[in-house]
């Protein structure tokens, strides 16, 4: 999971990159990106950490243009500590392309091959951002047929012939040096990626991004979603051309954007976040009420913030009050994507803080989004005893994880869910809840599924183990715990920020 923007505009965009980063921090907080365009030259910086901590004055002074993209990271693969794989990535040949991608390439490593062995290009770290970025630029060569000039017609070709060489979930912004900005989609839509436009006395300015809600703070109109397969293209004079670029498959939104990643004010794929999340509190409601109605419930107490809106509901279809037992420290990141297990435990107790008075002698319903490692749940269920409660139950608005996602997200390690080899009963021994109560999958599929009928069927694999792309082997997941568990225990790299100032050729 990271973030991506790309605009097109008709005054400097830096700054409305960066403030674009800024809103969707919460899809990454590894490391930062920003390039941007001003004739035939690149100019870019990016580093390692928040986009408050990677940008500085003097480097948006350097950042020139009025196109540009950027990107916030959370890494899935390669180095979580490596501010070398920071993105954007560039590669001067041909034409001169920056990309910056939001997912994961389940061929990556076949790629890197064919790249080396066949196609003659040299990947120089382990990102697969790097390996897409690559395969592009390849197939924009041969699309081109050895001219000098680019068309519409040639770039959506290049895209075409991406297509059919990736395997696994993406969505890329790209600039073409002297052309444009280039968006595209994975075939099935896993990885989200929105249009915007903004009408100005200058002309219309464009935006995608990998959430609404950059659109809406930005002052961007929604046009809508990319479809899967989808390319866009915006040139610098700013003409919009679409094409779809990818064979029919299924159309399968990754479900974990509803559960936990995406912001509550977005929409993706024309499904309110905020909505099916509220949705998410109904159903599960409704099983409490079936299944475990013997617990006597005083209070529900969400686990801020990507629970709230399911809680809410949830107390109110029960008739229970709801409460804010923790207060969030705002200058913590999200726990889920830190990366490394003493990183993430270390910080649950310095971002949430319990309030005494609504634990003291109660029986304590808490709600999370869902329960991935296990390690912030026994760690807030501490708290909640230590502060009086006399029982403490757990509600999980997602049904039990269990299998690894290698569309995106960091669950690379079955050894490391929690939910993976037990059943709920010991997990909730496990994590220390007098009762844990599940969302069930066909319910979480009602709640997202009933606000777009059109969308026919999600990605869902950590909690069914089904992978929509239909080529993840057990052999491919053993070597991805293989080597995501070796990089987890690596030490950190040196985190110095990169500059870089990159002819691309004349416009």
Known sequence: MCGIIGVVATSPVNQLLYDGLQVLQHRGQDAAGIATAEGGRFHMHKGSGLASEVFRTRNMRNLQGNWGIAHCRYPTAGSAFNSAEAQPFYVNSPFGLMLAHNGNLTNSDALKREMYLADLRHMNTNSDSEVLLNVLAHELQVASNGRFQLDEDTIFRAVAGTHKR??????????????????????????????????????VDYMVASESVALDVLGFKIVRDIAPGEAVLVDTHGKLSTRSCAAAAPYAPCMFEYVYLARPDSIIDGISVYESRVKMGVYLAEKIRRDFSHLKIDVVIPIPDSSRSAAMELASCLGLPYREGFVKNRYIGRTFIMPGQSVRKKSVRQKLNAMHQEFAGKNVLLVDDSIVRGTTSREIINMAREAGATNVYMASAAPPVRYANVYGIDMPSRSELIGAFRNEAEVGVEIGADALIYQDLADLKRAVGSLNPTVERFECSCFDGDYVTGDVTADYLDRVEGSRGAASKAADEDAEQLDLNLMAGQS
């Open 166 to 203: 990736a395997r696994g979930a993406y969505a890329a912004v790209v600039m073409i040096a002297g052309y444009g900005l280039l968006a595209f989609r994975d075939p099935n839509g896993i990885r989200p990626l929105i249009l915007g436009k903004n009408e100005t006395p200058a002309g």
